[in-house]
C-alpha cells in the first residue's frame, strides 16, 4: 500500500512559479508510477501530468505543457511537479496519485490518492 501526502499550494501571481511536493509512505512506492491531477471550483477533475516508476517517460495535459514539469527522487519517495508561468486558470486543488498503470492517468484512474493541496492564482 502507498500513502501519498501533497504539499506546496498556495497563492501565486500570474506569471509566477510554483512547485509542488508529493511525499509517499510505502517500500513499494519506487514501483509505482505518478500522476498529477487538479479539480478547480464547479469543474470535474482532470488529467495534469504523469511520470513512470523509473521517469523514464513522462505525460503533460495540452493546457500545461511546455509549462509544467513532473519529476520523481525514488531514493526520497518524493515527487514533484514545477509550475512555471502559472496562470489564474491553474487555480484547482492539485492531487497527487499513484498508480500501476502509466496509461490509466488519462482516464482519471489510479490506486492511491492524496488529499490535494490548494493552489490560487491570482491576477
Known amino acids: 500500500q502507498v500513502q501519498v501526502v501533497e504539499s506546496g499550494g498556495g497563492s501565486v501571481q500570474a506569471g509566477g512559479s510554483s512547485r509542488l511536493s508529493c511525499a509517499a509512505s510505502?517500500?513499494?512506492?519506487?514501483?509505482?508510477?505518478m500522476g498529477w491531477f487538479r479539480q478547480a471550483p464547479g469543474k470535474e477533475r482532470e488529467f495534469v501530468a504523469a511520470i513512470t516508476w523509473n521517469s523514464v517517460m513522462t505525460h503533460y495535459a495540452d493546457s500545461v505543457k511546455g509549462r509544467f514539469t513532473v519529476s520523481r527522487r525514488n531514493a526520497e519517495n518524493t515527487v514533484y511537479l514545477q509550475m512555471n508561468s502559472l496562470k489564474p486558470e491553474d487555480t484547482a486543488v492539485y492531487y497527487c496519485a499513484a498508480g500501476r498503470r502509466f496509461d490509466a492517468f488519462k482516464e482519471l484512474t489510479a490506486d492511491y490518492w492524496g488529499q490535494g493541496t490548494q493552489v490560487t492564482v491570482f491576477s
Open positions: 510505502g517500500r513499494t512506492f519506487t514501483t509505482y508510477n
